[in-house]
C-alpha cells in the first residue's frame, strides 16, 4: 500500500478517462483510492499519494468534443467474432445504450417485451443504483426484442445473461468483448496494454453506449428523445454527441469544396 504513488494515481485516472468515462468520474475514483490509502496507512489529511487539486489537472482528453465509438465496419468485424449468446449480450448494449451494470444486473421482469421496453431499476441485492438515482424506461428496437424473446424460451434464472451458476457476469463481460475484439482481428497492435497483455483498449464496453448515442443522432434521432433513452439528468451530457457529426460534416463541405476547384 505504501508504495502507490501520485504518478500510479495519474496513471489510473488517465486509463478511465481514455476508457470513456467522464474526467469527474474518475476524479471520484482515484480519490476513493487515495482515501482508501490514507484510511490503511493511519495517513494525516494532505498526506496521502495525491491531492485533489492534482487529480484535477489536465483531466480532459485531448479532443475532448470527439466521442470514441465503433465504426460499422469494426462492428461487423466484431459480432462475426461471437457466438450465439455473446452476439445478443453485445447487441443488448448496442441496441439500448445501457450501461454495464444496467446490463449486468438485468431481470427478465425488468423488460416488457410485448411493448419493446427496458426498465432501468435499482438491485439492491447487488449493490446497484440507478445513475441519477433516476429509473427510466428504454425503447428496444423490435430485432432485439425478438432475439430475446426467442432466449427467454431458454431461460432458467431471474437474470437475462447470467453465469452458469445464475449470478451476474462481472468482469467476464469486459473479458469476452476484448477476446472478441482479438478474435475478429482488431486489436490495434501498439496500444499499451496490447503491449503487455495482448488486449487492445480500444475495445470497451462503454463504447457501445457511445456508439449507440452516436448512431442515434447519425440516423435521425432528436436530442431529447436521446436525452431519455440515455438517461442523461441534462441536455449538455447527450449534446457532447453532436461534436462528432459536426467535425464528418464539416469533412464533407471541405472536400466538396476543393473536390469542385480540382
Known amino acids: 500500500m505504501d508504495q502507490i504513488t501520485k504518478d500510479d494515481l ?3 485516472r488517465n486509463m478511465i478517462v481514455r476508457s470513456g468515462r467522464a474526467p469527474r468520474t474518475a476524479v471520484n475514483k ?3 483510492v487515495n482515501n482508501f490509502v490514507m484510511t490503511s496507512l493511519s495517513l494525516k489529511p494532505g498526506e496521502g499519494p495525491i491531492k485533489q487539486k492534482d487529480a ?3 483531466i480532459t482528453k485531448p479532443n475532448e468534443n ?3 465509438y465503433y465504426s460499422q465496419q469494426e462492428l461487423e468485424k466484431f459480432f462475426s467474432a461471437c457466438d450465439h449468446r455473446q452476439h445478443l449480450i453485445f447487441s443488448a448494449f448496442l441496441y439500448s445504450g445501457c450501461r454495464r451494470e444496467e446490463i449486468e444486473f438485468l431481470y427478465w421482469d425488468d423488460l416488457d417485451l410485448t411493448e419493446g421496453d427496458l426498465n432501468v431499476r435499482p438491485k439492491p441485492e447487488f449493490d446497484f443504483t440507478v445513475k441519477t438515482k433516476q429509473e ?3 425503447t428496444l428496437p423490435p430485432d432485439l426484442v425478438e432475439r430475446l424473446k426467442a432466449w427467454e424460451k431458454r431461460a432458467t ?3 437475462v445473461f447470467p453465469t452458469k451458476n445464475g449470478g451476474p ?3 467476464s463481460l469486459l473479458v469476452s468483448c476484448k477476446r472478441a475484439w482479438k478474435r475478429a482481428g482488431l486489436n490495434c497492435g501498439t496500444c499499451k496494454t496490447c503491449l503487455n497483455l495482448n488486449e487492445c483498449e480500444r475495445a470497451y464496453l462503454h463504447k457501445f453506449r457511445a456508439t449507440y448515442a452516436t448512431m442515434s443522432l447519425q440516423r435521425g434521432m432528436d436530442l431529447a428523445t436521446l436525452q431519455e433513452q440515455l438517461g442523461h439528468e441534462t441536455l449538455e451530457a447527450t ?3 453532436l461534436g462528432t457529426l459536426k467535425k464528418k460534416a464539416r469533412k464533407e463541405k471541405v472536400a466538396a469544396v476543393w473536390a469542385a476547384i480540382a
Open 169 to 171: 457476469l462481472g468482469n
Open 10 to 12: 495519474l496513471d489510473f
Open 136 to 138: 427510466r424506461s428504454v
Open 66 to 68: 470527439d466521442v470514441d
Open 30 to 32: 482515484v480519490m476513493r
Open 239 to 241: 449534446v457532447r454527441y
Open 157 to 159: 434464472t431471474r437474470l
Open 56 to 58: 484535477e489537472k489536465i
